[in-house]
């Protein structure tokens, strides 16, 4: 059974970083996309960032230059480093796991939230 445990978010100062793990208990860590989504209050679920097993980034606009995903198979362990903070990337973020046979399972979230 695949489980997705998020850590590392909490409260920072705008312009502060904050690194996101998401460890994965399942199997098939290495052959699967990890990304991560962020919800802030009253808005839909968005596409943070994305990587493939061979290790293909994407991004989304309102992150790129500021945030990077990356991930260590031997530790089945995806990674958000978030730098140059701001307050409208306060959410809640969500990593994700999706499988070859296109299965997609979800953590649980943790909390981000940018204020001074």
């Known amino acids: 059974q695949v489980q997705l445990v998020e850590s590392g978010g909490g409260l920072v100062q705008p312009g502060g970083s904050l690194r996101l793990s998401c460890a994965d208990s399942?199997?098939?860590?290495?052959?699967?996309?990890m990304a991560w989504y962020r919800q802030g209050t009253g808005k839909q679920r968005e596409l943070v960032a994305s990587?493939?097993?061979?290790?293909?980034?994407n991004y989304a606009d309102s992150v790129k230059g500021r945030f990077t995903i990356s991930r260590d198979n031997a530790k089945n362990t995806v990674y958000l480093q978030m730098n140059s903070l701001k307050p409208e990337d306060t959410a809640v973020y969500y990593c994700n796991k999706l499988t070859n046979w296109g299965a997609s399972y979800w953590g649980q979230g943790t909390q981000v939230t940018v204020s001074s």
């Open positions: 990587i493939t097993s061979g290790a293909y980034t």
């Open positions: 399942g199997i098939s860590f290495s052959i699967a996309t």
